[in-house]
């Protein structure tokens, strides 16, 4: 009997978000942008190229993006060893191409559309600018927000997860956009983890329960920035280094991002989160938009959400 209640509760489940799936494509087209800049050497290179590969799946397998929906701006000449993300690039990405790109997103988006950018590469502080590694002349903050300022629809949600990405909050910030970041803005240079751990949430995250940081039974995009700014502290505590990079979301479009994610963890990895409470759970304020967009992979477990207090 409990296990015919159980199933029945799944296909419920799942239909509840099969239901919600077909809402958003009825809504609108889901766009993607995956920008990589100047990789550097044959490692780095590979690791980037990994990971463009792991975002590129995971939004068109898991996420709703349809393939030919999904841009892929890469930093240099693809080869014949590169997976297929890569190869579709329209790169190298030099500041025309990526111009060019947007250009193309204005005029296909329209306003129930949804658009997810992701910026992978290096990127270098020259204590004023923050600058965007790209072949030919690099792109500093204030110019890519000038750049990204005419992209217009109801769901934006900007990943910028290079070394000094918190500099670029405050010049991409527009009501209704969520902006994450993978450093704060300050002299975090260092490269970083989280694009790589975000990567892997796309494509592979884990068992529910895990990956429900704020443990509402929903699946969410505070869920996906939490899980991955909790995995980029785990690699760090688990090397037994000091972390260089904290992540940072600004979900109301203000310009100014927040560390969330210390609410949600321990101690030893950079929270306060005492042992045996439960996280809090974000109803309003900064983290309350990101936990509105659902993620339809993976399903959330047939167990009744949690309520504000």
């Given at each position: ?49 990994d990971?463009t590969e ?31 993300a ?14 060019q ?10 306003p ?32 890519l ?9 109801r ?15 405050k ?11 993978a ?23 884990p ?15 505070l ?85 504000a207090?």
């Amino acid at each position: 009997m409990k296990n015919c209640l159980y199933l029945a509760a799944s296909l419920a489940l799942l239909s509840a978000a099969v239901s919600i799936a077909a809402g958003q494509e009825a809504a609108g087209t889901r766009r993607a942008l995956i920008v990589c800049g100047l990789t550097g050497d044959a490692p780095h290179r590979q690791s980037f190229a990994d990971s463009t590969e792991k975002l590129f799946t995971g939004l068109t397998q898991h996420h709703g993006f349809a393939a030919e929906n999904v841009a892929v701006v890469w930093g240099e000449a693809a080869t014949e060893k590169d997976g297929p993300a890569v190869k579709s690039s329209r790169g190298p990405a030099t500041r025309e191409a990526l111009a060019q790109t947007v250009t193309e997103l204005e005029k296909a988006l329209q306003p129930s559309d949804t658009l997810w950018l992701f910026v992978l590469g290096h990127a270098h502080y020259d204590g004023r600018f923050s600058w965007l590694n790209l072949p030919g002349p690099d792109l500093q903050q204030i110019e890519l927000g000038k750049l990204l300022s005419g992209l217009r629809c109801r769901e934006q949600v900007f990943f910028l997860t290079t070394s000094a990405s918190g500099f670029f909050i405050k010049p991409l910030a527009q009501a209704g956009r969520i902006v994450i970041t993978a450093t704060e803005p300050d002299l975090e240079v260092n490269e970083t983890v989280f694009p790589h751990k975000l990567a892997l949430a796309l494509l592979a995250p884990p068992s529910y329960e895990e990956f429900d940081v704020d443990a509402d039974r929903r699946m969410t995009l505070l869920d996906l920035y939490l899980w991955t700014a909790k995995a980029t502290a785990q690699e760090y505590a688990g090397g037994e280094l000091i972390a260089t990079e904290h992540a940072q979301i600004d979900d109301v479009g203000d310009g100014r991002g927040v560390e969330l994610q210390s609410a949600f963890l321990p101690e030893e990895l950079g929270g306060r989160l005492a042992a045996g409470k439960d996280p809090p759970l974000v109803a309003s304020g900064k983290g309350a938009n990101a936990r509105k967009i659902w993620l339809p992979f993976p399903l959330s477990p047939p167990a009744p959400e949690r309520t504000a207090d």
